[in-house]
């Protein structure tokens, strides 16, 4: 493929999507990460795209909502690993929420496996992938459909919300930053996941790291109120996403990464399960949410005792 062709098809592609990763940038012309890398300079430099943390979006700083088609497409084989590894952290009998996305949808596929779960989700998509599991009960909640996600929204969903209490929210966005937390493109979208937020104990974010130091803007769950990220291994290359896992860290969000990687004609190289990184709280965590019932375990505990998983490997992440 020429460079013009090639370049116009990373530009359709960005368009499309609104930010896509220069791994699945190669995937899908069939070529290194190094020459799509040199091809998003030049676009940058025409001023038809901006280089964002290992990967192209729109021009104009804050990137725009995908629909769902385009989304499911994206960082595949990271959302894969992310939801295998956020799966881990899930164990018999609880209730948690479940938000609307594509990285929790694929999550919710591994939870139909659980038995005794209960799960609270606004995601038609999250639902549908939990419809047969005999052992989990699903519980939706109101609202009106928005269909570029398959998303209950509104005053409905949020009211339906109101006095619920379960030990953890899973939750995706469109951005992650430290100095933010998550936020996502969509108003009706970012204030039910608000209430989400409120009805967990625990909050766990799912983030490829194509979504590492984005900023949409409206505001889901500030960092302090973070406490868990599960995220994939930045590739060498992205500084900018590994500063923003070291500044997460810093404000003690626990960082647990699961390794996944393309090769640029498209082959899966295996995830490399278990690779998990955890920075343990040193202490209360800032802005929890009151009420957490003395049954309900912290995310440190829980990662050591969940069955069937190794032990997660702690490292620091905190620049030596």
Do not use: W
């Not at 964002?52 to 994206?74: D, Y």
């Amino acid at each position: 493929m020429f460079a013009a062709e090639r370049r116009q098809l990373i530009l359709e592609m960005v368009r499309a999507n609104g930010a896509v990763s220069l791994r699945e940038l190669a995937r899908v012309v069939q070529t290194s990460e190094v020459t799509v890398r040199r091809d998003v300079r030049a676009l940058e430099a025409e001023g038809l795209l901006d280089r964002r943390h290992g990967g192209a979006v729109l021009p104009g700083g804050f990137t725009r909502e995908s629909g769902f088609p385009q989304k499911s497409h994206l960082a595949t084989a990271e959302k894969t690993a992310i939801a295998d590894l956020a799966a881990s952290f899930v164990e018999e009998g609880e209730a948690i929420v479940v938000g609307a996305g594509t990285t929790t949808q694929e999550l919710a596929r591994r939870l139909a496996r659980v038995p005794g779960l209960t799960v609270v989700t606004n995601s038609l998509l999250v639902a549908q992938a939990l419809a047969h599991a005999n052992r989990v009960e699903v519980v939706m909640t109101g609202g009106t459909l928005r269909g570029s996600n398959y998303a209950l929204v509104g005053s409905g969903a949020e009211q339906s919300l109101q006095g619920l209490r379960v030990s953890r929210a899973f939750l995706s966005g469109s951005g992650l930053t430290a100095e933010r937390g998550l936020s996502t493109s969509n108003m009706l979208s970012a204030s039910v996941d608000r209430a989400l937020v409120q009805a967990a104990s625990e909050v766990v974010v799912l983030a490829d790291h194509t979504k590492l130091g984005t900023d949409t803007m409206f505001q889901t769950v500030p960092t302090d109120l973070i406490t868990r990220l599960v995220t994939d291994e930045p590739p060498g290359h992205d500084d900018r996403a590994a500063t923003e896992l070291q500044a997460l860290a810093d404000q003690g969000v626990q960082i647990a990464v699961a390794g996944a990687s393309e090769q640029p004609g498209g082959d899966q190289v295996p995830v490399r399960r278990q690779q998990r990184r955890d920075v343990p709280l040193p202490g209360p965590r800032r802005g929890q949410v009151p009420g957490a019932g003395p049954g309900l375990r912290s995310a440190t505990a829980l990662g050591e005792q969940t069955p069937g998983t190794e032990r997660a490997r702690v490292a620091d992440l905190r620049r030596r």
